[in-house]
């Protein structure tokens, strides 16, 4: 199987502290990776690395076997690689609908255009319509992004992250702060926007990883203590003592 | 030469400090509220008016300490009544919040004062020369802006290293986020660092008023410098003011004394057509172009290092 | 499911009637533009609109870096400036060639100035946003004024560079020699850049102009250079500030420094924030109120520039998405029958009535302090009678004690009687809420 991400002996630190201390990953095209840690443990920051918000201090990234280390994050979303994060992030005064077109207009090839009427541009009306639909958001599509409630503003979230269609899909704690329904409807809505893309999750319920992952790496302060699949992980003695043993889970 | 190398150093430092004394405070306002004071150079402006007016009824000393006490608490005011209903609007709305403010200042200050030039003097027992360079005298009124800057500096410090809101300031300056944090003093600490920052400007206006012009366009004309000052260093980095004050202080005082232009420097070898772009530009003496130096440096910095020289932050 | 349907806005809308909503608002516009100089018809009139239909293009064309872009700039009169100068030297060049270019293809030129210096100096000043895009701004503003004053062969010293526009190629019998020609010159090309100002928000460069305002670091995630957007928001408002510039040095035959100058740069940015930056009609209400205020103001008082000052202040302090943010706030109640519309806003403008009047006392009693304080400063040479507000009927002493306390009454007493009305008007507000809930549902 060909490799989707590969990350080469990664090095962060700001300043003197390392955040990420020599990480190796090689998540396979098609995959459905976890990423668990405690708190902490760089977790973000690799997400933050690999999408090119941070540069790292040594160490490459590869993308379907392409350097894209030291790329500017827009330029490694072009190559088909998308983000959401852990905090949201999306533009506050504008509607679910223009959130959610301004992620599709890329994908299409309308670049920089001002000689084109949004609105007559068929096919990213349709793309905004189908992620507006999948993110069960079609009704909201003329509300304000800023006022949604929480749950709606992380669908959001991920929508604005999968609408231009990027086949590598980061999603950074996408379920944190849902009641226990919330959570359901979102795994739903990842396993389904995640089919036959290649996804890395961070997440920390633990009940959503072994539902979710076909792998799972567990990072612990700033180092890969293993990466493997999810029954082979449960019953790991290292990630036992270092993670699952005194976070438990359920 | 050496002379007139000692004198504009000398010069170019004093003008440098001075320059420090307001872009310190900004700086200082800019690190912990976020907001870059438009107004800053008007309490400069109004340093160096109610220098005057307090010196010519009371004299120069209680001047110097009225004027940025009146200019410090003025700006304390503003900061609590209206920066702080402005700031749930955001940056933009502060910004233009101050830009207002500098403009409202302009036009009191006019309303006042008048246009013209304030007949403002330097106190007559600072006037003789302090020591001489080679054949020029070097004035004790100058001596004495540089050891007064000087010594604000270190209060300055002291300041910020020995007391409690000092290191709250200096949080700020490292942990910009942190300091939202820390609690219920927050908008007392703001309101402190913003009567602080002006008041420092106003110093400067008590100095430099006497020395220099004081005149109700002396805001407009120096507030830009002071924009460039504060970027070219990086904006909310207090070493780089520092540095960029000092640079563009030296820069302008050298640029003042220097005749040299294109046409002096290749000679007679080539001579453009008068009264076209090139020959203006080939016969322009560096002196003249003293004033658009800042900005020059402005963008060759910001070619180079968007940031600023010593900035980390974007903002 | 009609809600759904309603939600998602359709492909393309092809009915007479979403038609006419389409293009209708461009055909009275059209129509006020062609009509205007038959109503106010006096040379003062005629003068005053032509300033407001420079004042419109430059004002939008700046409401593309703020309100769109979120760029706030103090340094847009170097686009209009510049590109005033290249019109001027544009003109001459013509008169001297005798090239076959008529006068309403000049704007072109100053099209092309505003574009090429946008270009120039936005590659150096987009690369920051926020606090040091606005300090760039500024920093480059002043370096072109400076040079002003140097580059004299360019900017023609103090007295500037002056063309002739009746002395080019006749366009269809028009030499432009009279104010009115000029009138119909400039409303063409104020509506030209007006249409394609607005049809430029809804592009995709357009939208995503709005999307960096909000969140430029998120347009980076969804594969956009946000420094790349603005750059080209900046290149595309200084095109349109150039034609602004261009029609200027049209309009008074005549470039001078003052055009890149920083007042030149505050007096765009108080029409667009005044107006309203976060509607696109709002630039233009604050391009006309403006360019009116600063006609009509300077008739009444010396120090009318403080007054403007305050007044803008007041609107960034009370009312921070301008006037047309005001109005729009007022949308909301139009819905219903319109009898039930009329009771409406009827009785919001009652309670806005009964604030207004003791408001006014206390503006009137600011401005008679305000007044009495500058004639004392000033004018003591003219003794102590001051004709207040240039009005020859009502004089005050200024040595007597009278005024001073009245101004203070009406100041402090206006102010406590207005705060008393303010639940009046919260009151109205809510209730004309209410209704028009009840009556839209």
Request: proline share 3%; glycine share 12%; with cysteine.
């Given at each position: 199987m060909n490799s989707a991400v590969e990350l080469k002996d990664l090095k962060k630190n700001f300043g003197k502290?390392?955040?990420?201390?020599?990480?190796?990953?090689?998540?396979?095209?098609?995959?459905?990776?976890?990423?668990?840690?405690?708190?902490?443990?760089?977790?973000?920051?690799l997400f933050n690395l690999i999408s090119g918000r941070f540069l790292p201090s040594s160490g490459a990234i590869h993308l379907r076997g392409e350097n894209i280390t030291g790329l500017r994050p827009f330029e490694i979303n072009r190559r088909g690689l998308s983000r959401s994060f852990q905090v949201t992030n999306i533009f506050p005064r504008l509607s679910v609908w223009e959130n959610v077109r301004c992620a599709v207009l890329w994908s299409k090839g309308y670049k920089y255009s001002f000689w084109q009427n949004i609105d007559r541009l068929e096919d990213v009306r349709a793309r905004t319509a189908e992620i507006l639909d999948q993110i069960n958001m079609t009704a909201r599509a003329q509300t304000p992004a800023g006022v949604l409630?929480?749950?709606?503003?992380?669908?959001?979230?991920?929508?604005?992250?999968?609408?231009?269609?990027?086949?590598?899909?980061?999603?950074?704690?996408?379920?944190a702060g849902m009641s226990r329904s919330e959570t359901e409807h979102a795994v739903a809505l990842i396993r389904k926007v995640s089919e036959g893309r290649t996804l890395i999750i961070i997440e920390h319920d633990m009940g959503v990883v072994f539902d979710l992952a076909d792998r799972i790496s567990v990072l612990v302060y700033g180092q890969i203590l293993a990466t493997d699949e999810p029954v082979k992980i449960k019953s790991n003695q290292k990630v036992q003592e270092a993670y699952l043993g005194a976070a438990g889970h359920d | 030469m050496a002379e007139l190398i000692i004198i504009s150093t000398l010069n170019g430092v004093l003008y440098g400090l001075l320059l420090f004394l307001m872009a310190s405070g900004l700086t200082l306002i800019f690190s912990m509220m976020g907001v870059l004071n438009f107004a800053h150079a008007s309490f400069y402006m109004l340093g160096a008016f109610l220098g005057y007016q307090i010196s010519q009824w009371a004299g120069f000393v209680p001047a110097l300490i009225l004027a940025p006490l009146i200019a410090g608490g003025l700006g304390a005011l503003i900061e609590r009544f209206g920066l702080r209903t402005v700031h749930k609007h955001g940056h933009v709305a502060e910004l233009l919040?101050?830009?207002?403010?500098?403009?409202?200042?302009?036009?009191?200050?006019?309303?006042?004062?008048?246009?013209?030039?304030?007949?403002?003097?330097?106190?007559?027992?600072?006037?003789?020369?302090?020591?001489?360079?080679?054949?020029?005298?070097?004035?004790?009124?100058?001596?004495?802006m540089l050891v007064f800057s000087i010594l604000i500096f270190i209060g300055l410090i002291l300041l910020l290293t020995r007391t409690r809101a000092g290191l709250i300031i200096q949080a700020s300056l490292t942990h910009p986020n942190m300091v939202g944090m820390l609690g219920h003093n927050v908008p007392r600490v703001f309101m402190m660092v913003f009567g602080l920052g002006t008041a420092l400007a106003a110093i400067a206006g008590v100095i430099a008023g006497?020395?220099?012009?004081?005149?109700?366009?002396?805001?407009?004309?120096?507030?830009?410098?002071?924009?460039?000052?504060?970027?070219?260093?990086?904006?909310?980095?207090?070493?780089?003011?520092?540095?960029?004050?000092?640079?563009?202080?030296?820069?302008?005082?050298?640029?003042?004394?220097?005749?040299?232009?294109?046409?002096?420097?290749?000679?007679?070898?080539?001579?453009p057509t008068r009264g076209t772009l090139l020959f203006d530009i080939w016969t322009v003496t560096i002196a003249q172009i003293g004033p658009i130096l800042p900005y020059l440096l402005l963008v060759l910095v910001l070619i180079f290092r968007p940031t600023g020289l010593f900035g980390t932050r974007d903002t | 499911m009609s809600e759904t349907t309603k939600a998602i806005p359709m492909a393309s809308e092809t009915s007479m009637a979403a038609r006419f909503k389409r293009y209708g608002i461009w055909i009275v516009a059209t129509i006020i533009l062609l009509v205007a100089p038959y109503i106010f018809s006096s040379g003062a009139s005629i003068t005053t609109m032509c300033l407001m239909g420079i004042m419109i293009v430059f004002a939008l064309?700046?409401?593309?870096?703020?309100?769109?872009?979120?760029?706030?700039?103090?340094?847009?009169?170097?686009?209009?400036?510049?590109?005033?100068?290249?019109?001027?030297?544009?003109m001459n060049w013509v008169i001297k060639t005798g090239a076959p270019i008529p006068l309403p293809l000049i704007p072109l030129a100053g099209a092309a100035?505003?574009?090429?210096?946008?270009?120039?100096?936005?590659?150096?000043?987009?690369?920051?946003?926020?606090?040091?895009f606005a300090m760039i701004s500024l920093g480059?503003?002043?370096?072109?004024?400076?040079?002003?004053?140097?580059?004299?062969?360019?900017?023609?010293?103090?007295?500037?560079?002056?063309?002739?526009?009746?002395?080019?190629?006749?366009?269809?019998?028009?030499?432009?020699?009279?104010?009115?020609?000029?009138?119909?010159?400039?409303?063409?090309?104020?509506?030209?850049?007006?249409?394609?100002?607005?049809?430029?928000?809804?592009?995709?460069?357009g939208r995503m102009c709005n999307a960096v305002r909000e969140n430029p670091e998120r347009v980076e995630f969804v594969g956009y250079n946000p420094q790349f957007v603005r750059f080209i928001a900046f290149a595309l408002g200084g095109?349109?500030?150039?034609?602004?510039?261009?029609?200027?040095?049209?309009?008074?035959?005549?470039?001078?420094?003052?055009?890149?100058?920083?007042?030149?740069?505050?007096?765009?940015?108080?029409?667009?924030?005044?107006?309203?930056?976060?509607?696109?009609?709002?630039?233009?209400?604050?391009?006309?109120?403006?360019?009116?205020?600063?006609?009509?103001?300077?008739?009444?008082?010396?120090?009318?520039?403080?007054?403007?000052?305050?007044?803008?202040?007041?609107?960034?302090?009370?009312?921070?998405?301008?006037?047309?943010?005001?109005?729009?706030?007022?949308?909301?109640?139009?819905?219903?029958?319109?009898?039930?519309?009329?009771?409406?806003f009827g009785k919001l403008f009652g309670s806005y009535l009964v604030a207004a009047i003791p408001a006014l006392i206390m503006i009137l009693g600011a401005i008679l302090l305000i007044e009495m304080i500058h004639h004392i400063v000033q004018k003591s040479a003219e003794g102590p009678m001051m004709h207040f507000l240039r009005s020859s009927r009502f004089t005050v002493n200024t040595h007597t004690a009278l005024p001073w306390v009245g101004g203070i009454v009406a100041l402090i007493g206006g102010f406590f009687a207005f705060r008393m009305t303010w639940p009046v008007v919260a009151k109205a507000w809510n209730n004309a809420l209410a209704d028009a809930q009840r009556s839209g549902a």
């Open positions: 502290t390392e955040i990420i201390r020599g990480v190796s990953l090689d998540v396979k095209s098609g995959e459905r990776h976890a990423v668990i840690g405690p708190n902490g443990a760089g977790k973000s920051t409630t929480y749950a709606e503003q992380r669908a959001l979230e991920i929508g604005i992250t999968i609408a231009g269609g990027a086949d590598i899909i980061l999603l950074d704690e996408p379920t | 919040f101050t830009f207002g403010l500098a403009f409202i200042i302009e036009e009191i200050v006019q309303m006042i004062w008048g246009k013209l030039a304030m007949d403002y003097r330097i106190p007559s027992w600072l006037d003789f020369p302090a020591f001489t360079v080679y054949a020029t005298n070097y004035p004790a009124y100058k001596t004495f006497a020395a220099f012009v004081t005149q109700s366009n002396m805001a407009a004309l120096l507030g830009p410098i002071l924009f460039v000052v504060v970027v070219v260093g990086g904006l909310g980095s207090l070493w780089g003011a520092f540095v960029a004050s000092l640079l563009i202080g030296l820069l302008q005082t050298f640029a003042i004394a220097s005749d040299w232009s294109l046409s002096k420097f290749f000679g007679s070898a080539f001579s | 064309s700046y409401n593309m870096l703020l309100g769109q872009t979120g760029m706030l700039s103090f340094g847009h009169a170097v686009y209009y400036g510049l590109a005033a100068f290249a019109t001027a030297h544009m100035a505003g574009l090429f210096f946008g270009i120039v100096f936005g590659a150096v000043s987009t690369k920051r946003g926020g606090t040091a480059l503003g002043e370096l072109v004024y400076s040079s002003s004053l140097i580059l004299r062969s360019f900017f023609g010293g103090e007295e500037g560079i002056s063309a002739d526009r009746t002395k080019l190629l006749r366009f269809f019998g028009y030499n432009f020699g009279s104010q009115i020609q000029v009138y119909y010159l400039i409303a063409a090309w104020c509506l030209l850049c007006v249409i394609l100002m607005y049809a430029i928000t809804r592009t995709p460069l095109l349109f500030a150039g034609v602004a510039g261009s029609l200027a040095a049209i309009n008074i035959e005549l470039a001078q420094a003052s055009f890149v100058g920083a007042a030149q740069s505050g007096a765009v940015l108080l029409a667009a924030y005044m107006g309203g930056v976060a509607f696109f009609v709002g630039p233009i209400l604050g391009a006309i109120i403006v360019t009116l205020l600063s006609i009509k103001l300077s008739d009444f008082s010396e120090i009318w520039v403080l007054y403007f000052g305050i007044l803008f202040i007041t609107i960034i302090l009370f009312a921070p998405y301008g006037l047309s943010g005001l109005l729009m706030m007022h949308a909301q109640f139009w819905r219903g029958p319109l009898s039930s519309r009329i009771a409406r």
